[in-house]
């Protein structure tokens, strides 16, 4: 079984992987942090830039150290 948060670095599926980072996003109560910071890579290496900060935003916000 994968887990969420190994789908995109490790495959380099960064279209896949943003689908299934966003639904996740959108349906789960609390996201970790590691899950916004997954997304931000997958939008940054998608080209949309605006989105992945405000990912990496997000991410910072839950864990800044």
Do not use: M
Not at 35 to 60: D, F, H, M, P, T
Request: aromatic share 10%; hydrophobic share 40%.
């Amino acid at each position: 079984r994968v887990e969420v948060d190994e789908l995109a670095p490790e495959r380099q599926d960064f279209p896949g992987g943003a689908l299934h980072y966003q639904t996740y996003v959108t349906i789960a109560g609390a996201v970790p942090a590691r899950i916004w910071s997954n997304l931000g890579v997958c939008q940054y290496k998608l080209g949309a830039l605006g989105a992945a900060e405000e990912s990496y935003r997000k991410a910072l916000a839950l864990a800044p150290d």
